[in-house]
């Protein structure tokens, strides 16, 4: 690897962080934020959820299986969560420039160069994950010296504007109609929903789905302050009329609780892992989740038709709401995974066993 230009992480409070480039020299400013998952580094990347975020991996080294082909399948790539790569940084410890794996086609830092990504390693992960966990998620920029930046708050923007869709598009040719509200959709999302011969009908986040032909409502996964999506929430209120199956994930909880009348708020750090254990209410189930949210419900505002249907384990935060007699029910961390856990799948084919259910009632 060539020799590699000097580069600073800056937080919010001046607190400073030397390290070495090994992506886009370009300096970039976000929220700084820390995932622990171990590998999924190309999942991650391109998780739409990540905008306007600079990443730090707490797990040591980053690099070393490089970044599989892009490959592509019913429209949608297979190997990556979007087209594209959505953290505006990435932050490591130990960056590996040799890279092996059988789908490997390219190094992680030439992949970042390409999507103009900067990358810094050789950084005290660990004594700055501290700083976050103590303080909270903050501001911060990686600033090339002859490139001086300010401090900029994505959270003050609509990220789920700039991560979704701008025309409606239509994947495949199954039995059960979904519309999916697209407010930074991950591909397995869509990958779930095919292989359970469903046509995915793939809208922008305030478009007005009412006119559409379809059997079930699904809300996606998405950056940023649920509050900021007013009219998502007005079209979800107007489908929860109908009684037609409703399915959220992650940022799509959030908006399905905001729908029913609860309130959100921001979390200190976020979730931002693959080993999240929630609970099942009312059994002593518990599944190890993949998560990446920085908001969550306040369970207490939940009407009283409403309930839990998960819970975190670690801090008792809301992990998913159901109606209590209506198909409408939603999670806070990912059953898609890609990468992490599958344990939770199983909840996509309660979604469409809902969707058969509420058309068998309807004949």
């Known amino acids: 690897m060539t020799k590699a230009r000097k580069v600073s992480l800056v937080l919010e409070d001046g607190t400073r962080f030397e390290g070495k480039s090994f992506g886009y020299d370009q300096s970039v400013a976000g929220e700084v934020v820390f995932y622990t998952a171990m590998t999924g580094y190309p999942e991650s990347l391109t998780d739409p959820s990540y905008t306007g975020q600079i990443l730090v991996s707490t797990y040591p080294m980053i690099g070393n299986y490089g970044v599989p082909t892009d490959l592509q399948k019913e429209g949608i790539h297979a190997h990556y969560e979007s087209h594209k790569v959505h953290i505006s940084g990435l932050i490591i410890s130990d960056y590996s420039s040799e890279y092996s794996h059988w789908n490997a086609m390219k190094s992680l830092g030439d992949w970042l160069k390409e999507w103009q990504v900067p990358g810094l390693y050789d950084i005290d992960t660990r004594a700055l994950t501290k700083i976050l966990r103590v303080k909270g998620s903050m501001l911060g920029k990686i600033e090339f010296e002859d490139e001086p930046i300010e401090l900029y708050d994505p959270n003050k ?84 009329r109908t009684d037609k199956p409703i399915m ?63 819970v975190n384990v670690n801090d008792k935060t809301n992990e998913g709401i159901r109606h209590k007699t209506k198909p409408f029910f939603s999670t806070q961390f990912h059953p898609e995974a890609s990468s992490g856990p599958v344990d939770t799948e199983y ?17």
Not at 216 to 225: A, K, Q, T, V, Y
Not at 266 to 288: A, E, M, W, Y
Not at 347 to 363: S, W
């Open 157 to 240: 923007e609509n990220l789920v504007a700039l991560a979704s869709i701008k025309e409606k598009e239509v994947y495949g040719n199954g039995e059960h109609k979904v519309v999916l509200v697209d407010c930074g959709v991950k591909n397995n999302i869509i990958r779930c929903l095919l292989d359970r011969n469903a046509t995915v009908i793939r809208v922008p986040w305030d478009y007005d789905f009412s006119n559409e032909d379809y059997d079930g409502i699904f809300i996606s996964n998405g950056p940023g302050d649920p509050a900021r999506c007013e009219t998502t929430v007005a079209n979800i209120q107007k489908a929860m």
């Open 248 to 310: 959220g994930i992650c940022l799509g909880n959030q908006l399905l609780a905001r729908a029913a009348g609860a309130e959100t708020y921001k979390l200190k750090f976020g979730h931002r892992s693959h080993n999240q254990p929630v609970l099942l209410t009312g059994t002593d189930r518990c599944f190890i989740t993949s998560q990446n949210h920085g908001y969550a419900i306040s369970q207490e505002t939940l009407p009283e038709d409403w309930e839990a249907l998960f």
């Open 347 to 363: 909840l996509f084919d309660e979604f469409i066993q809902n969707i058969v259910e509420f058309k068998q009632k309807a004949q």
